[in-house]
């Protein structure tokens, strides 16, 4: 009994193992493709549960979604002789899987021969245009131009690309610090154009300035001796008048007393003259030191 149940044991077994192998499912986002001893048989595209031949053939499955292809980074010649480093990326689907299989056989090496196709239709393609161009809506005409000729290419592999876009498009790095170098210069050489304006501005104005101080000073000075002049003209108008007058007598006893005053303003002075002087005429002429007066 126990033999026989072994037995039994055995083959429900090796059942199992034979119904495991001959069955596989297709997911709704894959798609397969069956071998036989390294041989393609069949290439199954719809989901669901399938059968095959168990241990004689195998199962390659392939996702049918779109998926991502980021080759590096690339110098490349633009058609104004100026050179550039250019990232991109790809998007791409897998259509024929037979003929992917056969062409590349797995998703790596489609990436490194996929790779080189993007950037040598690149590289071709911006050698045509300058790189202002692909600054400016030509860029969108130069990518769909890109993406022709790589699906061109890309048909070898059983894949379609979808989209190819450039994400960035620099100078290299010797490039642009010299860039750098030169703007730097050339701002260095606006300011210092500017300060020397700047300078020379200020210094004609400063110089403008100074002329019209002197201008106004002199106009000034002029102005002040004329009024001085003409100040000085009508005082001794009045003076001669007042000394032409009735009032001779007093006024000239009023500045020989304004002499006595300035002499003797800081007392210690010392006269020594005689007493019928010229200097003492009025103390000698007025009896008993009368002063005259001004007449009206």
Same mark, same amino acid.
């Given at each position: 009994?126990? $033999?026989?149940?072994?037995? +039994? ?38 989901? !669901? ?22 080759? &590096? ?12 480093? &250019?990232?991109?990326? #790809? ?8 003929? +992917? %299989? ?17 950037? &040598? ?7 045509? %245009? ?26 070898? +592999? ?21 860039? %750098? ?13 500017? $300060? ?10 400063? #110089? ?20 001085? !002049? ?59 030191? $009368? ?6």
């Amino acid at each position: 009994m126990n $033999r026989v149940a072994t037995f +039994f044991g055995v083959i429900v077994i090796a059942i199992a193992v034979v119904g495991f192998s001959s069955i596989f499912i297709v997911h709704q986002t894959g798609q397969a493709l069956v071998l036989q001893f390294g041989e393609p048989k069949r290439v199954v595209t719809e989901p !669901g549960l399938k059968f095959k031949v168990p241990f004689m053939q195998n199962v390659v499955s392939y996702d049918r979604r779109v998926l991502d292809l980021d080759p &590096a980074a690339e110098e490349m010649i633009a058609a104004d002789k100026k050179r550039i480093v &250019a990232d991109s990326y #790809a998007r791409y689907r897998i259509t024929d899987p037979l003929k +992917f %299989y056969q062409a590349v056989g797995t998703e790596q090496g489609l990436r490194q021969r996929l790779g080189r196709v993007i950037n &040598a239709s690149m590289r071709s393609v911006i050698g045509n %245009y300058t790189l202002a161009a692909l600054l400016t809506e030509q860029r969108v005409k130069i990518l769909a131009e890109i993406q022709s000729r790589v699906n061109n290419e890309a048909k070898q +592999f059983g894949i379609t690309v979808v989209d190819v876009r450039i994400r960035r498009a620099d100078l290299p790095k010797e490039n642009s610090e010299a860039i %750098y170098n030169r703007m730097k210069a050339e701002r260095e050489r606006d300011a210092k154009e500017a $300060r020397a304006q700047g300078a020379e501005i200020g210094q004609r104005i400063r #110089a403008e300035a100074d002329r019209d101080r002197t201008v106004l000073l002199a106009e000034a000075q002029r102005r002040a001796e004329e009024l001085r !002049g003409e100040g000085d003209g009508e005082a001794q108008a009045i003076y001669n008048a007042a000394y032409g007058g009735e009032a001779t007598e007093f006024y000239e006893f009023y500045r020989r007393m304004q002499a006595f005053r300035e002499t003797f303003a800081s007392g210690d002075s010392s006269l020594v003259l005689s007493p019928d002087s010229e200097f003492f005429r009025f103390f000698n002429e007025l009896p008993s030191g $009368r002063i005259p007066k001004a007449r009206r």
